[in-house]
């Protein structure tokens, strides 16, 4: 099945840049996502991207998709401590969502 | 509100005694899945439900049954259940055809001691 992996922790400070990172290993990946989780709570989705896509922005969030490498990131910027959560990436592939292990953001003030 | 709704919440079960995990959407998806969370693993796909009538075993299927009851309705069975399967468990549902967004349930949390 296909792997996608992710760092574990992320500490950055309020109003700094966040990237968070995340590799795949299915060329054929159609759908590429990030969700939040907050403590206690659901998966919420922040963004998606097309395998044809390089890059979506959506007011803080950029996505970049390096295909030939397999690579996804998730910028915030000006980080809030409101961001404070995990974050998963997934790959959408027949059928079936592949999450990595999730990346736990921690925004200091 | 429209969604995907699980219940219960919250469980806490003995070794060996058996229960049924509830899932229902109402955004006519076709495809429905269960995930189990676990500390540093992130989501496991336990099964699915590509369409009404059809189930198939995930990564993780052993000590679990399903039933696509209907279009709207995906339950999650443990008949014999085991220490090992204390995590978190999410319902999530997608329109296949659309190939957007997952929706996710709000999650529960099953202790077996």
């Known amino acids: 099945g296909e792997d996608v992996e992710q760092s574990l922790f992320l500490s950055v400070r309020e109003g700094d840049s966040s990237v968070i990172n995340c590799t795949y290993t299915?060329?054929?990946?159609?759908?590429l996502y990030w969700y939040k989780q907050e403590p206690g709570a659901g998966l919420q989705l922040l963004t998606y991207?097309?395998?044809?896509?390089d890059m979506k922005q959506d007011q803080r969030l950029t996505v970049l998709l390096n295909k030939k490498d397999k690579h996804l990131s998730l910028r915030i910027a000006d980080t809030q401590t409101g961001d404070s959560a995990i974050y998963f990436c997934?790959?959408?592939?027949?059928?079936?969502?592949?999450f990595g292990s999730g990346t736990k953001l921690n925004v200091k003030p | 509100n429209a969604g995907v709704t699980q219940t219960p919440k919250f469980q806490v079960l003995k070794t060996g005694q058996s229960m049924t995990l509830q899932c229902a959407q109402d955004m006519n998806h076709n495809s429905m899945y269960w995930y189990r969370q676990d500390p540093g693993m992130g989501l496991r796909l336990i099964y699915y439900?590509?369409?009404?009538?059809?189930?198939d075993k995930g990564e993780v299927p052993n000590g679990y049954n399903v039933s696509r009851l209907n279009k709207r309705e995906f339950s999650l069975r443990l008949e014999s259940a085991a220490p090992s399967q204390t995590s978190v468990y999410f319902c999530?549902?997608?329109?296949?055809?659309?190939?957007?967004?997952?929706?996710f349930g709000q999650g529960t949390r099953l202790t077996v001691v």
């Open positions: 991207i097309f395998s044809n896509m």
């Open positions: 299915d060329s054929s990946s159609t759908y």
């Open positions: 439900s590509a369409s009404e009538g059809t189930t």
């Open positions: 999530a549902s997608i329109n296949r055809e659309m190939n957007t967004e997952a929706f």
């Open positions: 997934a790959d959408y592939n027949f059928n079936k969502f592949y």
